[in-house]
């Protein structure tokens, strides 16, 4: 079951156009090309372009759900939650409402 909530924190985040076709493409600063990212052990990330060797001690980041408009493999909400926990204490997040006040 799904919960929608209205007065939820907006999720900031932008995209960028780096492949149109099989063509790289990139604003000026950009890295064109379509990219993966991988997680070392450590919780450092890497971004490499995909159609490069992945760094052989990184677990890759980007994980296919649906291609070409048919599902590539199962998909639960409680196992992409606990995923989420996982990487975020991996990486030290702590959610702003368990900081600290000033």
Known sequence: ???LF???DPI???LDIVEMGENAIAKRG???GVMDIYRTPDGEHCVTLTDHEPPA???PLLEPLIRDGEIVRDFDLE???TRAN???E???FVHPSEKPTR
């Open 12 to 14: 900031d985040f932008a």
């Open 6 to 8: 209205s007065n939820a």
């Open 86 to 88: 996982t990487d975020a």
């Open 1 to 3: 079951m799904f919960r």
């Open 90 to 92: 991996t990486v030290g």
């Open 79 to 81: 196992d992409a939650a």
């Open 57 to 59: 001690d990184r677990k």
């Open 30 to 32: 950009k890295l064109p």
